[in-house]
């Protein structure tokens, strides 16, 4: 599809929408915002980390026009109140239209039935899950309040929730599958208003997240890279080209997919040697 013009200037796939974005001075939210403010909107970063969300800021100025409007705010979306103050700041703005969930969490103690401790199994969840579902409630409010007749909001599952895996982590498996589960039924729901809802599945990446995780040990490393058809990891820009095609209207009639971006490894028997 050939990219939109006004009097022949090429103007980006998403000019005009507000968007914001949780967990974005991490890998996928920091690339997601770069490529969302590259292709026109403007974006809220949202990050629990106040140092973090400066950092990528700096990032995102290095590499996008400095006309774009792209504000930060220190939000943990676990908490109801903080995710409202994001939603609410875009009201000057003239409201939200792309919502990216996708702040997240994958703790050091998660493990699996017998050894999760419970305050990480809360944890978990009140980051990964209650924190979709403020995210998506604010989103829908802002959307029926400035009377918009679309919108996108993209929540951040993995794969986790589609194949089982031997190495546990049980409070983010769980959090990840009603992530899924959670993102269908809001789509169903809002589909007559406009609003679409999508779920990103990622496979393993190349982000903090889980490199921090693995760290040097490398055992730990090839029990995963083997499952690639492809041999490696995901890169953080592979899953934010498609949160940016499911906030744009090219994907207008995409709605309460688990959007899967795994290089193939969910559809993986024996991969190549
Ligand atoms: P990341 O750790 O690089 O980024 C996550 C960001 O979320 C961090 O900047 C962190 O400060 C922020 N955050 C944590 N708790 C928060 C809270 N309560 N409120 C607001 N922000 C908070 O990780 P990433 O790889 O970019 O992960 C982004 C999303 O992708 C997560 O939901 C993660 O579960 C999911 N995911 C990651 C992988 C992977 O291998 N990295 C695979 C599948 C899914």
């Not at 490529?35 to 980390?49: P, Q, R, T, Y």
């Not at 969300?53 to 774009?68: G, N, R, T």
């Not at 939603?87 to 702040?103: C, E, K, P, S, T």
């Not at 789509?187 to 921090?212: K, M, S, W, Y």
């Amino acid at each position: 599809m050939s990219a939109p013009t006004i009097n022949s200037i090429q103007i980006g796939r998403l000019h005009n929408k507000n968007a914001i974005v949780t967990g974005a001075a991490g890998g996928i939210g920091l690339e997601t915002s770069i490529l969302f403010a590259k292709e026109g909107a403007n974006v809220l970063m949202a990050d629990i980390s106040g140092p973090a969300l400066e950092k990528a800021l700096a990032k995102l100025k290095q590499v996008v026009p400095s006309h774009h409007k792209v504000e930060t705010q220190v939000s943990d979306v676990s908490k109801e109140a903080d995710v409202k103050a994001l939603v609410d700041h875009l009201d000057a703005w003239g409201g939200v239209d792309i919502m990216f969930n996708n702040a997240g969490i994958m703790h050091a103690d998660d493990a699996d039935a017998v050894d999760t401790p419970e305050k990480i199994w809360d944890l978990t969840q009140a980051i990964n899950v209650k924190g979709v579902w403020f995210g998506s409630k604010h989103a829908v409010l802002s959307l029926r309040k400035h009377k918009k007749t679309k919108g996108s909001i993209i929540n951040t599952a993995s794969v986790v929730a589609l194949v089982g895996s031997a190495t546990p982590q049980l409070a983010y498996t769980a959090s990840k599958g009603a992530v899924l589960a959670m993102t269908r039924e809001l789509a169903i729901v809002h589909a007559r208003e406009g609003f679409r809802f999508n779920a990103l599945c990622p496979a393993p990446l190349n982000t903090p997240l889980l490199q921090d995780w693995l760290g040097d040990d490398q055992p730990k490393r090839h029990r995963r890279e083997v499952h690639f058809p492809s041999g490696r990891f995901g890169e953080a820009i592979e899953q934010a080209r498609a949160v940016l095609f499911l906030a744009s209207d090219d994907a207008s009639y995409i709605n309460g997919q688990d959007f899967v971006v795994d290089g193939g490894m969910t559809k993986a028997y024996v991969t190549p040697e």
